[in-house]
Structures are given as structure tokens and as C-alpha cells.
């Protein structure tokens, strides 16, 4: 995707990737609106980059999302660049009885919740002469972690949804990327200084790199061996991981 000249909605935007990305694409002079739940951190990082925008937006509920997207289309008529980083990341026990509450809020939000909002704005998006949708998935959506089941479910099902949206809008002006994080230090999970996990800025830094180019998938090199965890081997080596990771303290 092109780095410049954008009109960009970020969803999640007030921490974390979300803020990080919209800092950066804002730096390079890019139309930047951050979307979130938490109107405080919202403010605080429009305030500390004038010209940056704020939108509160609630990509579990339906109503929030239908009214976000008619604000869009009437405020930034322009927007053609989609960034769906919004999600939630609850520990659940896969071998026991499941709390509802904790599975539906995590497939609401992190499934239904960018389904929904693109599913929304895709029209505006097509009227653009360029325009790109951006996921934000998980290297867990390929090497889950045991005790996020329901988590790591998710951006697995999020992963083959962008495979069928981004073959369905091949011969348009609208290109589909998909961002696979690995474990980044943003308090999602575990400290954010943890010294499993990669440093944000860091990551950041090497994600606006690769988002400069078309590949369909972004994914930085301590990601690549979870996402590249298919074939015969994948049981074997999900069971070596979260062994690995069920053993350090957090």
C-alpha cells in the first residue's frame, strides 16, 4: 500500500499497534482517524498530534458500527485506507466448561467486529481510486496457544475470511492485507517489557516497512515460523510451544 496521501481509519487506536501505526502514518502527513471504546486515550493521542482525529467506536455492537460508518462517508467521503486492529484477548480453559461471556465477546469483537465494520464501509472503498483493508490477525491464528482457545480461534477464522474477501476483490481498486503479529510488548499479554515479547517500536518500525509493499501478507521475521506452522508437523509443534510457554513465569 502506498504510505502517503491516505485517509485512514484505525480502529483500536487509543494503545498499542493501533496507536503506534497511527502515529507513524500520521508523521508522514496521512489523514489519520483512530477509532476506539475509551474515549481518554483517544484524546490524549489527538492532542499529543494535532491534525490527527478521534472517533468512538465500539466495533461489538452493531449500532456503533452502522453509525461510525455513516459519520465516514459524510465527514471523510475520502477514506480509502481501512486498518481493522480493534480486538480482545481473554484466557479460557478449552478442556473444561466454557464461560460464555468470555467466548462470545472475543468472536463479536475480533471476528464479527471487522467483518461488520468493512462489510460497512466496503462501498465508500470502492468508490476510491485506490483503496486497501488491513488486518490485523495473530500469529496465533496459526500456532495457538492453548490457554486463549477461543482467542487463537478466532484470528484463524479471521485469516480465512481475508483469504475469501481478498480473491473476491482481486480485480478491483480495493487490495487486502493481512498483518501477523507475533507476540509484541503492548499489555495485551503479559508485562509489556517481557522479554518474550517484541519490543512495539521495534515492531512498528519493521511493519511500516513491509506495509509500503503489496504482499498479501505482513509478516515480520518473529513471526514467521508460528505462521509457518502447517503440514504433518502442526501437531507436534503447537504441543511444543505451549508446553514452552505454559512453563515461564508472567
Same mark, same amino acid.
Given at each position: 500500500?502506498?504510505?502517503? /496521501?491516505?485517509?485512514?481509519?484505525?480502529?483500536?487506536? /487509543? @494503545?498499542?499497534?493501533?496507536?503506534?501505526?497511527?502515529?507513524?502514518?500520521?508523521?508522514?502527513? =496521512?489523514?489519520?482517524?483512530?477509532?476506539?471504546? *475509551?474515549?481518554?486515550?483517544?484524546?490524549?493521542?489527538? $492532542?499529543? +498530534?494535532?491534525?490527527?482525529?478521534?472517533?468512538?467506536?465500539? %466495533?461489538?455492537?452493531?449500532? @456503533?458500527?452502522?453509525?461510525?460508518?455513516?459519520?465516514?462517508?459524510?465527514?471523510?467521503?475520502?477514506? =480509502? #485506507?481501512?486498518? =481493522?486492529?480493534?480486538?480482545?484477548?481473554?484466557?479460557?480453559?478449552?478442556?473444561?466448561?466454557?464461560?460464555?461471556?468470555?467466548?462470545? @465477546?472475543?468472536?463479536?469483537?475480533?471476528?464479527?467486529?471487522? %467483518?461488520?465494520?468493512?462489510?460497512?464501509? #466496503?462501498?465508500?472503498?470502492?468508490? $476510491?481510486?485506490?483503496?486497501?483493508? #488491513?488486518?490485523?490477525?495473530?500469529?496465533?491464528?496459526?500456532?495457538?496457544?492453548?490457554?486463549?482457545?477461543?482467542?487463537?480461534?478466532? !484470528?484463524?477464522?479471521?485469516?480465512?475470511?481475508?483469504? @475469501? $474477501?481478498?480473491?473476491?476483490? !482481486?480485480?478491483?481498486?480495493?487490495?487486502?492485507?493481512?498483518?501477523?503479529?507475533?507476540?509484541?510488548?503492548? /499489555?495485551?499479554?503479559?508485562?509489556?517489557?517481557?522479554?518474550?515479547?517484541?519490543?512495539?517500536? *521495534?515492531?512498528? /518500525?519493521?511493519?511500516?516497512?513491509?506495509?509500503?509493499?503489496?504482499?498479501?501478507?505482513? #509478516?515480520?521475521?518473529?513471526? !514467521?515460523? $508460528?505462521?509457518?506452522?502447517?503440514?504433518?508437523?502442526? +501437531?507436534?509443534?503447537?504441543? !511444543? %510451544? =505451549?508446553?514452552?510457554?505454559?512453563?515461564?513465569?508472567?
Amino acid at each position: 500500500m502506498d504510505l502517503i /496521501g491516505n485517509t485512514m481509519l484505525i480502529t483500536g487506536g /487509543g @494503545s498499542g499497534i493501533g496507536a503506534g501505526l497511527a502515529t507513524s502514518f500520521h508523521r508522514l502527513g =496521512n489523514k489519520v482517524i483512530v477509532a476506539g471504546r *475509551k474515549r481518554g486515550p483517544l484524546m490524549a493521542l489527538v $492532542q499529543a +498530534h494535532p491534525g490527527m482525529e478521534a472517533m468512538e467506536l465500539d %466495533i461489538s455492537d452493531p449500532n @456503533s458500527i452502522e453509525n461510525a460508518a455513516s459519520l465516514i462517508a459524510h465527514k471523510h467521503p475520502s477514506l =480509502n #485506507v481501512l486498518i =481493522n486492529n480493534a480486538g480482545i484477548m481473554l484466557a479460557d480453559d478449552a478442556a473444561n466448561p466454557m464461560d460464555d461471556v468470555t467466548a462470545v @465477546s472475543q468472536i463479536t469483537t475480533n471476528l464479527l467486529g471487522p %467483518i461488520r465494520l468493512t462489510s460497512a464501509l #466496503v462501498p465508500l472503498l470502492r468508490r $476510491q481510486p485506490r483503496a486497501h483493508i #488491513v488486518y490485523n490477525t495473530s500469529s496465533l491464528g496459526y500456532t495457538p496457544l492453548a490457554a486463549f482457545a477461543i482467542y487463537s480461534a478466532t !484470528k484463524a477464522a479471521l485469516h480465512s475470511y481475508v483469504l @475469501s $474477501q481478498r480473491f473476491l476483490l !482481486k480485480d478491483s481498486r480495493v487490495s487486502v492485507q493481512e498483518i501477523v503479529p507475533p507476540w509484541v510488548g503492548t /499489555g495485551l499479554f503479559g508485562p509489556s517489557n517481557h522479554p518474550l515479547a517484541m519490543d512495539l517500536d *521495534k515492531f512498528i /518500525g519493521d511493519l511500516m516497512a513491509l506495509l509500503s509493499t503489496d504482499d498479501p501478507e505482513i #509478516v515480520v521475521n518473529e513471526a !514467521k515460523t $508460528q505462521r509457518e506452522n502447517v503440514g504433518p508437523n502442526e +501437531h507436534s509443534y503447537v504441543d !511444543k %510451544i =505451549n508446553t514452552f510457554f505454559l512453563g515461564q513465569s508472567y
